[in-house]
Nanobody, 119 residues
Framework: QVQLVESGGGLVQAGGSLRLSCAVS????????MGWVRRAPAKEREFVAS????????DYAESVKGRFTISRDNAKNTVYLQMNNLKPEDTAVYYC????????????WGQGTQVTVSS
């Protein structure tokens, strides 16, 4: 397993931007498919975005398509989530997650970072 530490959350007004980072340690970062998942108050956990080992393949939830961009830097062992045009409904705790294959559930999770979007 790997260890994941998120950063970059905060309070932003609607229409603003934030960039989340997730630093990964403990194993070969490029061996892992990475994802972002969020949990809003009183709601179920929700998939946000994922990126494959090389960064060439990405997937997004419909609710964030065109506004969020996931990327990774394998040299820095870091995955990013650029969030633009934020909306109050994006308010949630955002978690970084890692898995070795698309055919298994996420194996490792970060502690989460709070994103709050004010209207």
């Amino acid at each position: 397993q790997v260890q994941l530490v998120e950063s970059g959350g905060g309070l932003v007004q609607a229409g603003g931007s934030l960039r989340l980072s997730c630093a990964v340690s403990g194993h070969t970062f490029s061996s892992y498919v990475m994802g972002w998942v969020r949990r809003a108050p009183a709601k179920e956990r929700e998939f946000v975005a994922s990126i494959d080992w090389s960064g060439g393949g990405t997937d997004y939830a419909e609710s964030v398509k065109g506004r969020f961009t996931i990327s990774r830097d394998n040299a820095k062992n870091t995955v990013y989530l650029q969030m633009n045009n934020l909306k109050p409904e994006d308010t949630a705790v955002y978690y970084c997650a890692a898995r070795r294959s698309f055919y298994i559930v996420y194996e490792s999770w970060g502690q989460g970072t709070q994103v709050t979007v004010s209207s």
